[in-house]
């Protein structure tokens, strides 16, 4: 499973949008690219996934490059409800879907 | 919707005992997962499960086991609990057909002392 890196933690204002990057510069070419999001005292809940360009849904956007060694999660505007831990995954949802969780990154919205 | 329940939200054991975590599921899922996490470590996959019966180890096993008789309940089952496996226990499903999105149950803080 290919192995992502991202930012431990964001801090950002009410209104305003995030964008979180992923690194997975092994990424495979069957490999999918899915975001989680935990709120405190929560089990995960699935955000979005993509394979390549862009993918919009009513929570988030995430746009993926041409070479896929990246990717960034983009929530518009913001609400302190937002405020939770997003984990970036790589995979190959055709494996028997197996996850690998990375620590996350951290984003703290401020009123 | 999706219902992923664990038996237990908090529970407290001691050193040596033998603990039965139980996560039930809904949805006719066939795959089924156990996570711990800790702080700064992420989740962290224990064992999974593609159909009754059958179990896979995920990246820390030891210490672990499961048992899946029936499709919708997936044990965790600690022999000898020790001070190192307090942690929150989160587990999941999914199914193997769309996007395998894992639907998550509201975990477990376990105590070991």
């Known amino acids: 499973l290919a192995k992502t890196t991202q930012p431990i933690s964001m801090d950002s204002y009410e209104g305003q949008e995030v964008n979180i990057t992923c690194s997975h510069n092994?990424?495979?070419?069957?490999?999918?690219i899915t975001w989680y999001q935990q709120f405190p005292s929560q089990g995960p809940r699935f955000i979005i996934q993509?394979?390549?360009t862009k993918v919009t849904n009513e929570v988030a956007s995430l746009f993926i490059p041409a070479d896929r060694k990246s990717s960034t999660l983009s929530l518009p505007r913001v609400s302190l409800s937002d405020t939770a831990v997003y984990y970036c995954?790589?995979?190959?949802?055709?494996?028997?879907?197996?996850?690998?969780f990375g620590g996350g990154t951290r984003v703290l919205v401020k009123p | 919707d999706v219902k992923v329940t664990q038996s237990s939200r908090y529970l407290v054991k001691r050193t040596g005992e033998k603990v039965f975590l139980e996560c039930v599921q809904d949805?006719?899922?066939?795959?089924m997962f156990w996570y711990r996490q800790d702080p700064g470590l992420g989740l962290r996959l224990i064992y999974f499960?593609?159909?009754?019966?059958?179990?896979e180890k995920g990246d820390i096993p030891e210490g672990y086991s499961v048992s899946r008789e029936k499709k919708e309940r997936f044990s965790l089952i600690l022999e000898s609990a020790s001070t190192n496996q307090t942690s929150m226990y989160l587990c999941?499903?999914?199914?193997?057909?769309?996007?395998?999105?894992?639907?998550f149950g509201p975990g477990t803080r376990l105590t070991v002392l």
């Open positions: 499960s593609y159909d009754v019966k059958m179990k």
């Open positions: 995954l790589v995979g190959d949802s055709a494996a028997g879907n197996k996850l690998t």
């Open positions: 993509g394979y390549k």
């Open positions: 999941a499903s999914s199914s193997p057909s769309g996007n395998n999105e894992q639907f």
């Open positions: 949805m006719d899922h066939e795959n």
């Open positions: 092994n990424i495979a070419t069957n490999d999918y």
